[in-house]
C-alpha cells in the first residue's frame, strides 16, 4: 500500500486509541454486571519523563452532581456609568477569591446580562452558608462612641448607642479606619477560653491610624463592624498598632470572616435573587438513566444503519462508534461541563452524526445503479453530498451560537450546556462523515472493485 493511504488511517487509529483512553472509566466495575470481573480502577496515569498526565472523571454540572447555584446582581446605579464594567470585575474577582478559600471544588462563575453573576457551587449542600459567604460586602471599619460634655456615651430614641467611625491623621488628611488597610486576617485560638478568635494585621498606613485611635480610646470600647453590623465592641487597655483581635464569634463566622476579609470588599452592595438547590442522588439517577437513553439510541441507529445500507452502513456504523467516543474524550479534554441538556445534545448529536453519512450513501446510491464502480462512487457521492453537509451544520453552528448568547445574556446555563454541547457534536461529526467513513470506505475500495449492487445497499 502507498505510503499515502496508511498515513490517514494510522492517524486515525491513533488518535481513537488516545480518546479510547481518555474516555475509559475510571472504575469500569460500576458500569459492569457484577457477574463480569474487573479490577476496581482502570489506567489512571501517564508518565513520560517530567511529563505527567492524571485522568480526571467528566466534569458535572450542578443538576447532575447536586450543589448550590445563586445569581446574584450588584447594585452599580451609584457609581458613573463608565465605572460600572470595572465595579463588575472586582465583584468577580473577590467572590472568585472567598469561593476558592471556601474549598469548593471546580466552582463556575459567570456573568449574566451586565450586573449579575451566576454562580454554581457543586458539592455544596448549605445554601445559607453560601449565602452568608457570598452575599456580604464585608466592609469592615472601626467606630467609637459619642460622647456629650460629660463623657457619657449618647444614646438614641431606642436606647443603642450612638457610634461615629473612628478616625486619624494620615500625611495631613483625617481617614477613617476602614479594613482596606488590613494585610492578613487568621483564625488563632483565644488564650483564655480557647474559642476562636479573628486576628488581624495591618499594613503601615493602618498602623499608624490605629495606633492613634487607641491611644485616645484607652479604657473606653472600640466597636468593630461589618457591614454597618456590631460584631465585637473590645475595650482597650493599651496603646495598638499593628493587630488586633475579634471575639465573640463562632467557628463557622469565624472562617466566614477570615475568608472576606483577606479576600476584601466587595466595591458595590449585592444581593441574591435566585437560588437553587440540587440533590446529588437526583443527579446520579439522571446519569444512569442518561447513560441508557444514549446506549439504547446508539444501537438502534447502528442497526438500522446496518439494514439499510449493509456493508456501508456497518463502516458508518464503526465511524459512529469512533465520532461517539472522540466527542467524549473532547468533553473531557476542554473540559466541557457536562449538565443533563447538555447530555440531551449530545445524544441528539449521534443522530445527527449519521445525517451526513445518510446523504453520502444515498448518493452513491445511485452512482452504482448508474454503473459506477464502487470507488468511483464513493468519490461521487461524498463530492456532491458535500454542499448539503456544509449548509445543514453551518445552519445549525449558528443556531447554536444565539441560543448560546441568549443563555449567556439571561443566566440560563442549561441552555448554555445545551448549545456548546450540540456544537461540538456537529463539528466532531463533520470530521467523523468526511474524515473517518471515508477513509473506512476507501479501503474497502480494494477488496470490492465491482458493483456488487446488494452488498451497498443500491438494490
Request: charged share 15%; with cysteine.
Amino acid at each position: 500500500m502507498p505510503r499515502k493511504r496508511i498515513v490517514l488511517p494510522s492517524f486515525i487509529v491513533v488518535l481513537v486509541s488516545f480518546a479510547l483512553w481518555v474516555v475509559w472509566p475510571q472504575n469500569p466495575s460500576t458500569y459492569l454486571p457484577s457477574f463480569i470481573p474487573w479490577p476496581e480502577r482502570g489506567w489512571i496515569e501517564l508518565n513520560v519523563g517530567d511529563f505527567s498526565f492524571v485522568r480526571k472523571g467528566m466534569s458535572l454540572g450542578l443538576d447532575l452532581q447536586g450543589g448550590v447555584n445563586l445569581i446574584i446582581e450588584a447594585d452599580v446605579t451609584q457609581r458613573p456609568p463608565g465605572e460600572r464594567s470595572e465595579a463588575m470585575k472586582g465583584v468577580q474577582q473577590i467572590i472568585e477569591r472567598r469561593i476558592n478559600a471556601f474549598g469548593v471544588s471546580e466552582p463556575v462563575i459567570q456573568s449574566v446580562g451586565g450586573n449579575r453573576l451566576s454562580i454554581q457551587l457543586p458539592g455544596v449542600t448549605d445554601v445559607e452558608d453560601a449565602k452568608s459567604l457570598i452575599g456580604r460586602t464585608a466592609k469592615l471599619d472601626f467606630r467609637e462612641q459619642e460622647l456629650d460634655a460629660t463623657g457619657v456615651a449618647k444614646r438614641d430614641e431606642n436606647g443603642q448607642v450612638i457610634w461615629k467611625p473612628s478616625t486619624g491623621i494620615l500625611n495631613g488628611e483625617q481617614r477613617e479606619i476602614t479594613g482596606s488597610y488590613l494585610q492578613n486576617a487568621a483564625i488563632v485560638p483565644s488564650p483564655q477560653t480557647n474559642l476562636p478568635e479573628v486576628s488581624f494585621q495591618f499594613n503601615s498606613d493602618g498602623a499608624e491610624l490605629f495606633g492613634q485611635a487607641t491611644t485616645r480610646l484607652v479604657g473606653r470600647p472600640l466597636g468593630i463592624f461589618l457591614d454597618n453590623e456590631l460584631i465585637s465592641a473590645p475595650s482597650v487597655r493599651a496603646v495598638i498598632r499593628t493587630s488586633g483581635v475579634i471575639t465573640g464569634l463562632t467557628q463557622q463566622e469565624a472562617t466566614n470572616l477570615t475568608i472576606q476579609l483577606n479576600a476584601g470588599a466587595l466595591p458595590v452592595p449585592i444581593s441574591i435573587v435566585k437560588e437553587q438547590t440540587v440533590d446529588a442522588t437526583l443527579g446520579q439517577d439522571s446519569i444512569r438513566k442518561s447513560i441508557l437513553a444514549g446506549e439504547i439510541g446508539l444501537g438502534v441507529v447502528l442497526l438500522f444503519m446496518v439494514f439499510y445500507y449493509r456493508l456501508t452502513g456497518l463502516m458508518a456504523g464503526l465511524a459512529l462508534l469512533m465520532y461517539t467516543t472522540l466527542l467524549l474524550a473532547t468533553f473531557k479534554i476542554i473540559p466541557v461541563t457536562l449538565t443533563l441538556a447538555g447530555i440531551a445534545a449530545f445524544i441528539l448529536s449521534i443522530g445527527m452524526a449519521v445525517d451526513a453519512n445518510i446523504l453520502i450513501f444515498e448518493r452513491m446510491k445511485e452512482e452504482l445503479r448508474l454503473g459506477r464502480t464502487f470507488g468511483a462512487a464513493i468519490e461521487a457521492g461524498f463530492g456532491r453530498a458535500w454542499p448539503s453537509i456544509r449548509d445543514s451544520n453551518v445552519s445549525t453552528l449558528i443556531t447554536c451560537a444565539i441560543l448560546f448568547w441568549f443563555g449567556r445574556q439571561f443566566g440560563a446555563s442549561l441552555v448554555m450546556g445545551f448549545a456548546l454541547t450540540l456544537a461540538i457534536g456537529v463539528m466532531m461529526s463533520m470530521f467523523s462523515a468526511i474524515t473517518i467513513t471515508r477513509t473506512l470506505l476507501r479501503i474497502l475500495v480494494g477488496r470490492f472493485r465491482g458493483r456488487n449492487n446488494w452488498l451497498f445497499g443500491a438494490i
